[in-house]
């Protein structure tokens, strides 16, 4: 029997999303690089392997950019360039609450203590959390994209639990990733709810404790977690 006294949440895709308009940030890249436009922003999302890199985000970006430059026979173009005109045009605070995020997030707070882990580096993701007006929010902060190992590794988890001076078997992780969220805390010993963007999303392979399909009916599966 599990008893939760501590919450953590995933911050993209999760507690927030992304205001801006993708399609005006791959055409601003063009523009900013000098490159004649080619290809659509789903294609280079579709070229993207991973999680960004966030010690190498132009690197990672170029990456891409070299699969949808080949795609379209346009072997000549200059990709770091286009990389770099991506990263120039993306704006770290648009971002608003996922809808349910602050109701989960309320609900969390009055069930015990609130932490945040997070993939993305403390420079990208501490704009975000204060655009959320969220600086206060959390009694920990994990910006995994500092450390040595992301998740799905365990350490993010760790030094989390660690701050808190809670046991794994005493937390619940809210993420929208099946391979981050969902592996990485169960395999650091967390309960993992997981927050499907979609209604038919397929969890095959993978075996959360909780679909999460609301963000504000959480406090249904804090209640319902030591029963």
Not at 29 to 36: L, N, P, R
Not at 48 to 68: F, K, T
Not at 136 to 147: E, K, L, P, Q, S
Request: glycine letters at 8%; one cysteine or more; hydrophobic letters at 40%.
């Amino acid at each position: 029997m599990h008893t939760i006294s501590a919450t953590l949440f995933d911050l993209d895709g999760t507690l927030c999303r992304n205001d801006q308009d993708t399609a005006a940030i791959y055409a601003s890249a063009f523009e900013v690089a000098g490159v004649a436009p080619f290809g659509e922003p789903a294609d280079l999302w579709e070229a993207l392997s991973g999680p960004p890199d966030p010690n190498d985000e132009v690197g990672y970006l170029a990456a891409g950019y070299d699969v949808v430059a080949a795609k379209y026979g346009r072997q000549a173009v200059d990709t770091t360039a286009l990389a770099r005109g991506f990263a120039q045009t993306v704006d770290w605070s648009a971002v608003s609450f996922q809808p349910g995020a602050k109701q989960a997030l309320a609900d969390a707070t009055a069930h015990g203590q609130v932490g945040l882990v997070t993939n993305g580096p403390s420079r990208r993701q501490a704009v975000k959390v204060e655009a959320l007006g969220l600086t206060d929010a959390f009694d920990v902060i994990v910006y995994a994209g500092d450390m040595p190992r992301r998740k799905p590794h365990r350490d993010p988890f760790d030094r989390a639990l660690a701050a808190l001076d809670v046991p794994p078997d005493a937390a619940l992780h809210v993420g929208d990733s099946l391979e981050y969220d969902v592996v990485g805390a169960q395999r650091a010993g967390l309960l993992a709810a997981w927050y499907p963007h979609t209604e038919t999303a397929d969890s095959t392979g993978y075996d959360p404790d909780y679909i999460l399909h609301r963000l504000d009916s959480l406090d249904a599966i804090l209640a319902d977690v030591g029963r």
